[in-house]
Each structure stands twice: as C-alpha cells, then as structure tokens.
C-alpha cells in the first residue's frame, strides 16, 4: 500500500463515477483522512461518445456475456483516459460502471477493471464497492449517505438536511450531523426516491432522438395527466420502508402510461412523477429537513426543481448554495469513501443500505512493480 494512505491523516484520493444515465465518467479529488474532508481539487468530465453510449445501453441489465465482456472493456478505456489526466494522487475509488442491480436475488454489477487500472495509473485502486454489502444483506446501494455526512459537517450544517441526488436513478439521504459519526444510530437514513432522469431522457430518445429534456423547455410546454400520475403512485414501492435501491430500469413500464399522450404532455408527467416519488419519499424522514440540497443533472431542470418546491414542506437548492458541486458530488463520494476501505473504516450501516452490520465495502488492487525493475 502506498505510504501515504498507510499513515495517519489526510490523503488525496481521486474518485471516478459513471453514472445510470450513462452520460460519461465523472472525476473528482477529495482530500481526506477519511473522516474529515480538508478540501476538494481537480475535477474532470469524459462524455462517453454514441458509439461507446449504444454499448453500455445493450449490455444493460445483463449479467454476462459478450455484451457485459465490452461495457467493461469500454469502461475501462474511458477512465483510463480521464484519470490519466491526474497528479499526485495517492487512492483512486473506481465505481464503474452498473449493468445490473437485484441485491435481493442475482446481486450487484458494476464493470470495469480496478485491478487493471491499478497497474496502468501505478496507483492503488478500490473498487467493487458494493459486493460486500450486498453480501451482508444490504441493498449495496446508496453508498453515497457516509459522504453526506462528512459533506454536512464540512459545511456547518446545524440542523438536520436531506441530500437528493437527480441522476439517471434519485436518491435521498437524510443526514442529522449533530451525530459526530456516520454509522451512529439516527444519523442517516437513505433510500433510492424512483426513477429520476432515466425515463425522461428514454422517451427523448425513442420520440426525438434527443438524449434529454434540456432545460425542462419540453415539459414547461406540456400538460401533467393526473390519472397516470395517480397510477404510478399507486406502485408499492413508494410505501416500502426504506432503506430500499433500484436499478435503472425498474420502472422502465411507466412510459407506457404517458405512451397516449403527445411529447409535450408525456413528459411533463414524467417529471411530475418523478418528484411526486421524490414527495413520497421525504414522507419517510425521521423529521422535516431544514432544507433538501439537490445534487445531480435534475438540478438543472428548471421544471423539475420547480415542481419540488411545490410539492416539499421545505427549500429545495441545488448543492451550489452551500458551495458544493452538484456535477461531481457521487465521484467526490467515491474519493472519500476510497480512503475509508483503505483505512478499515466502514462506509455502509444498517440505515443506509439496510445491511446487517457495518461494512467497509471494497475490493483494494495494488499496481503489481515490472519483476525486472
Ligand atoms: N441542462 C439540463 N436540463 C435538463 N436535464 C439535464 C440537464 N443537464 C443534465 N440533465 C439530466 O441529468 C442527467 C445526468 O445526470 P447525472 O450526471 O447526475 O446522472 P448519473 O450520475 O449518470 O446518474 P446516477 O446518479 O443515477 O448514477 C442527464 O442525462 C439529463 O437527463
Ligand atoms: C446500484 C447503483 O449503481 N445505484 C446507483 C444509482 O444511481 C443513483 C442511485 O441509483 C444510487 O442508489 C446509486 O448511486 C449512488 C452514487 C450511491 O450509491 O449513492
């Protein structure tokens, strides 16, 4: 192990997300002892080109195969070369990229090669974070919950608050960090919300071969249908006790109930739907945020942030107001928690994945030296 992560205090690590709305890799540098973040570096972003988008779109949902084999090669690659772009780093956390998540019966699938990038960078990679959770009965996901803690200690936060993460997938954590520790009973509570971006970007794609609903500008222009607003909400997801997680496609079924109406309308419903989950969701909190600081791309979505705020007892902000970075928050969370596999520390409990004691989740491969050299 390098030197550095080996002692006490604060490291650089460099994390590295690709997320479920298969946009690209995200690339952040946290430094942290794995406890205490004492500052943010260098960010990156990789778009995954068409060609490499299409390929991860064929190998979803797949758990092997010829179609698995090349999401991963691809993966890879693509990180290869954002993190190349990189100094002085001494731990990379390297998420990968999800085909696949059922952690109550097939398990957790996330593809690309730490080991291999390991060997590459000539720098210690975790990765695989979340086998061993899942393993240990919890949901292995959301993962991001112990970061959200040390982010609402970094920035002072003196009342309990909520992030909400809008990727591809939603997801909330409830965050009291009048409790010094994660792991500590009450201190988190997380689940994924429903689907978030995922759906609205599929119907772009299907209906006008657009990758998103830039700016929200389709659904301001359309109409919300209450009745398959209420037929969604009538899946019993949303009254599950959380923790709980989803892959990206479980509820693929819902643009069939916006499949009658026109692009406008259809979208404006899938957005409502996806913050009326967001409503059901906060209903679970152990109390009323102060405030709910939304991280993500829906942030970006003037409608969606909009309807949030109609429908939450609380202000609504992106993670920008409190002068984080909503693009590269989930790569800066597997930065941190990077260090804390490293370091023994757990970064799953009982409240955040509903595992059945703390886990410290993570494959760590160190860079093989050249037996000649
Ligand atoms: N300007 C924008 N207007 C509307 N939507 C946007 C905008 N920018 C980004 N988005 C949405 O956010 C998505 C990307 O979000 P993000 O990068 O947070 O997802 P992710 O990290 O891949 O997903 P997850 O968190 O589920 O793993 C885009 O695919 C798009 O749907
Ligand atoms: C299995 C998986 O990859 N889940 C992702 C996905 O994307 C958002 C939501 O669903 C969340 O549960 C998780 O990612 C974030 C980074 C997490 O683990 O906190």
Not at 62 to 89: D, I, K, M, N
Not at 351 to 361: N, P
Request: charged residues 20%; aromatic residues 6%; glycine residues 12%.
């Amino acid at each position: 192990m390098n030197k550095a992560i080996s002692r006490a205090g604060p490291v650089r690590a460099l994390g590295a997300m690709s997320g479920t709305s298969l946009d690209g890799v995200d690339a952040a540098v946290v430094e942290t002892d794995g406890d205490v973040i004492t500052g943010f570096g260098k960010t990156a972003y990789r778009p995954y080109p068409e060609a490499e988008r299409a390929i991860l779109r064929a190998a979803l949902g797949r758990w092997q195969g010829p179609a698995v084999a090349e999401a991963s090669r691809v993966v890879t690659e693509a990180h290869a070369q954002v993190l190349a772009g990189f100094e002085g780093v001494d731990l990379v956390g390297f998420h990968g990229q999800t085909l696949a998540h059922d952690p109550r019966n097939r398990g957790t699938l996330q593809v690309g090669d730490g080991s291999a990038l390991a060997q590459g960078l000539g720098v210690p990679v975790v990765w695989d974070f979340r086998s061993d959770d899942v393993a240990m009965g919890g949901e292995g996901a959301p993962l991001a919950p112990f970061f959200h803690h040390a982010c609402a200690r970094w920035i002072g936060a003196d009342a309990p608050l909520a992030f909400l993460n809008l990727g591809g997938v939603g997801n909330l954590t409830y965050v009291d960090s009048s409790f010094d520790r994660p792991e500590a009973e009450g201190a988190l509570l997380a689940f994924d919300t429903g689907p978030a971006n995922a759906p609205i970007n599929d119907l772009m794609l299907e209906r006008l071969g657009l990758p998103m609903d830039e700016g929200g500008a389709l659904a301001l222009r359309g109409k919300v249908e209450t009745g398959a607003l209420e037929l969604f909400l009538d899946e019993p997801y949303f009254t599950r006790i959380p923790p709980k997680s989803l892959d990206r496609n479980d509820f693929a079924e819902m643009i069939g109930l916006v499949s009658e109406l026109g692009d406008a309308d259809a979208v404006a419903t899938l957005t409502a739907m996806i913050a009326a989950a967001v409503a059901q969701g906060m209903a679970h909190c152990p109390s009323q945020p102060d405030r709910v600081l939304v991280t993500g791309g829906g942030r970006m979505n003037p409608v969606l942030m909009e309807m949030l705020r109609v429908s939450l007892d609380c202000p609504v902000e992106p993670v920008e107001s409190v002068g984080l970075d909503g693009d590269m928050l989930e790569a800066q969370a597997f930065a941190y928690l990077a260090v804390r596999v490293a370091r023994g520390l757990p970064t799953s409990c009982p409240g955040t994945t509903g595992v059945r004691a703390l886990v410290g989740g993570g494959t760590v491969s160190v860079p093989q030296m050249d037996a000649a050299g």
